[in-house]
C-alpha cells in the first residue's frame, strides 16, 4: 500500500432501491482517462504560476476511477449472487494482463472492499495467477453496492496507482445511517481506540490512535504486513480513498498517523491493527474542518 495519502477527489453517487431486491442497475463511477484529463486547461489567466497550480488542482487523483494512467481494474463479475462469494479480477495495461509488481508491506496488492454506506468493510489479500489473474474468497454482512480498490504499484514504477470498480450484491437492500461522529470504537474482545488529532482540508494533520483492552493500554501489538496498524479512510457521499500507513513507533498502545484531506466534509476511519494473533478493525466517523 501507498506510503502517504492517496486521496480520489470524484464525485459519484451511486443510486439505490431501497428496501427492494438489490440485483440489476447500480450506479457505476465515470471512467476518466489520462486524455480526458489532459483536455481539460487550466483556468485562463497572466499569472503563469497560479495556471500551473489550478491545473494541478484539477486533476484527478486515483482510487473512485477504473482506469488511470494506462492500467485499468476489470472485474470478472460486478454482481455477486449473493454476500459470500469469490472475487476475480485482472489489472490490465495495453489490453493485457498485468503480471509484474513491486512488493509492498509484504503483498503485490492490497484489496478494499467497502458498501456505498460506509457501514461494511473489508481489507483483503488476494492471489494471483500466472496470468495476472487475481481471486479472493470474500464475505459481506449484506446486499447492497459496494467499491472495490485496488492498491498496487507496478513493476518499476515511481508510485502507486489506487483504482476503482463498482460491485453489486444482491439481495435485499436497506442502507444504513452513517454512523455518528465519535472519537472512541468499541472492537469485540474487550477493545476500544480512540483516535486523538482532527482532519483538515488541504493541510497535514498528525491522528495518534491509542489501543487498550478491558481498560488497559496495549502495549504488545503483532506486526501486521510490516507495521502496526493500516489506516483507510473514506468520505462520505463519494467514497473518495485514502490510505496512510504509521509513523515509525513501537507496538503500542500508540500507533500515529500523518493525514491530508482534500477537502472539509465527514470521513470514516477504518484502522486494522493485530492482537494476540487476530486482525480487527476499529471504525470511527470524523470530520474535517
Do not use: C
Not at 500500500?1 to 438489490?22: D, E, P, R
Not at 474468497?137 to 447492497?144: D, E, I, R, W
Not at 463498482?166 to 477493545?191: D, F, N, Q
Not at 493525514?259 to 472539509?264: G, L, N, V
Request: aromatic share 6%.
Amino acid at each position: 500500500m501507498h506510503t502517504g495519502l492517496k486521496i480520489a477527489a470524484v464525485a459519484a453517487a451511486a443510486a439505490a432501491t431501497f428496501g427492494t431486491a438489490y440485483g440489476v442497475g447500480s450506479g457505476v463511477a465515470p471512467v476518466i482517462t489520462e486524455n480526458a484529463r489532459e483536455r481539460q486547461p487550466a483556468h485562463e489567466t497572466h499569472d503563469t504560476g497560479r495556471a500551473e497550480t489550478e491545473t494541478a488542482a484539477e486533476t484527478v487523483p486515483g482510487g473512485l476511477q477504473v482506469s488511470d494512467r494506462g492500467y485499468t481494474l476489470d472485474l470478472e463479475r460486478d454482481r455477486l449472487p449473493g454476500p459470500a462469494g469469490e472475487l476475480r479480477f485482472t489489472i490490465r495495461t495495453g489490453g493485457r494482463p498485468l503480471t509484474s509488481y513491486e512488493t509492498e508491506h509484504g503483498k503485490e496488492l492490497h484489496l478494499i472492499v467497502a458498501s456505498r454506506d460506509l457501514t461494511a468493510y473489508r481489507h483483503l489479500h488476494p492471489v494471483r495467477a500466472a496470468d495476472g489473474t487475481w481471486s479472493t474468497p470474500v464475505s459481506l454482512p449484506k446486499a447492497g453496492d459496494y467499491r472495490v480498490f485496488a492498491d498496487f504499484t507496478p513493476r518499476g514504477a515511481t508510485e502507486g496507482l489506487t483504482l476503482g470498480a463498482g460491485l453489486g450484491v444482491a439481495g435485499t437492500y436497506a442502507p444504513a445511517p452513517l454512523p455518528e461522529h465519535s472519537t472512541t470504537a468499541r472492537v469485540a474482545g474487550g477493545y476500544e481506540v480512540r483516535v486523538d488529532g482532527t482532519l483538515a482540508a488541504g493541510a497535514a494533520r498528525e491522528l495518534t490512535l491509542t489501543v487498550t483492552k478491558n481498560g488497559r493500554p496495549v502495549t504488545d501489538l503483532d506486526p501486521y504486513l510490516g507495521a502496526y496498524g493500516h489506516l483507510v479512510a473514506l468520505r462520505a457521499g463519494d467514497l473518495a480513498y485514502l490510505h496512510v500507513h504509521p509513523h515509525d513507533g513501537g507496538p503500542g498502545p500508540e500507533v500515529s498517523f500523518t493525514a491530508t484531506a482534500p477537502s472539509a466534509g465527514t470521513y470514516r476511519l477504518f484502522l486494522d491493527f493485530k492482537h494476540d494473533g487476530e486482525v480487527r478493525t476499529a471504525a470511527f466517523t470524523v470530520h474535517a474542518a
